[in-house]
């Protein structure tokens, strides 16, 4: 049997949820759906250069995806280390969005600058930064920094955010997305620990970072290739930087939303609800 929910068909399980659910809360859902299905990255760097994506990817050089991805993945083991061992509540976490937005900013004009050969440097140093403002959200939405799985949930934003015409399409590409990474999270977690991160090169990790690296590399390109137009130089290669930092940013709000909600209502409750705000 299906029952009208604000002009939706839903059924009596989903509304004995979202009944459970408080009204400020679904509005947090509402606004956490919003920044987690909005525009990718692509649109937003389109309009901003004025060029289509697909157009300026053309102006990369051959090797172009090979380093790329070899730096994608490097930043991301070197961020899951810095996460695993460095980041800790006691030191107090406070720089604010706009800090971590004005540093990213400054690598992406150096990285627009030197373009491609900048790549191995500058993608470390901006990927740490995102990662600090990450964690930031996360300790913000009450999430206690310190677990493993808060530091792997922080991680996993870098494979949020729909990169392609078959996410965009799908207002459940955040769950879809949330499901593929699923078992290489929870295999990571219980290798580290067990063991710490003792070896980047170890099963669980590998499989976990080659996931993400498959996302976050699609976006990498995506970013390098705005920067490679002709009429992109330092200051716009900056300007690029800072719409990479936000679209970060809006993913983590949004996850760590979500999995606020999640532990309060469970995960069912919350996916079930989502679809309906």
């Given amino acids: 049997m299906l029952l009208n929910y604000s002009g939706k068909s839903i059924s009596i399980a989903e509304l004995i949820y979202m009944e459970q659910i408080q009204s400020r809360e679904l509005a947090e859902l509402k606004r956490a759906k919003k920044l987690l299905e909005n525009p990718n990255l692509a649109i937003k760097i389109t309009n ?8 300026a990817m053309k102006l990369l050089p051959e090797k172009a995806h090979t380093v790329i991805s ?50 191995p440097i500058e ?53 879809v997305m949330r499901a593929v990474m699923a078992k290489e999270i929870t295999s990571a977690a219980k290798y580290l620990g067990q063991k710490g ?30 920067k490679a137009v002709p009429i992109v130089g330092a200051v716009s290669g900056a300007g690029i930087n800072l719409i990479f930092m936000d679209h970060f940013q809006k993913m983590a709000e949004g996850h760590f939303t979500v999995k606020r909600l999640e532990k309060k209502y469970g995960a069912e409750a919350v996916r079930l609800a989502y679809a309906q705000v």
């Fill in 70 to 119: 070899k730096a994608s993945r490097e930043a991301l083991l070197k961020a899951l280390e810095y996460s695993m061992v460095t980041i800790l509540d006691k030191q107090k976490i406070r720089t604010s969005k706009k800090i971590n937005k004005l540093l990213t900013t400054i690598s992406g004009g150096i990285g627009g600058a030197f373009g491609l050969a900048a790549i």
């Fill in 197 to 226: 991160f003792a070896k980047e090169s170890a099963p669980a990790i590998v499989k976990l970072v080659n996931k993400i690296v498959a996302r976050y590399s699609v976006v990498i390109t995506e970013e390098v290739a705005a």
């Fill in 48 to 55: 901003y250069i004025g060029v289509p994506i697909e157009k």
């Fill in 123 to 175: 993608l470390p140093v901006s990927t740490m930064l995102i990662l600090k403002s990450i964690a930031e959200i996360a300790k913000s939405e009450g999430h206690d920094i310190n677990t493993i799985e808060t530091k792997l949930s922080c991680i996993e934003v870098f494979a949020l955010g729909g990169n392609s015409k078959k996410d965009d399409a799908s207002d459940n590409s955040y769950w």
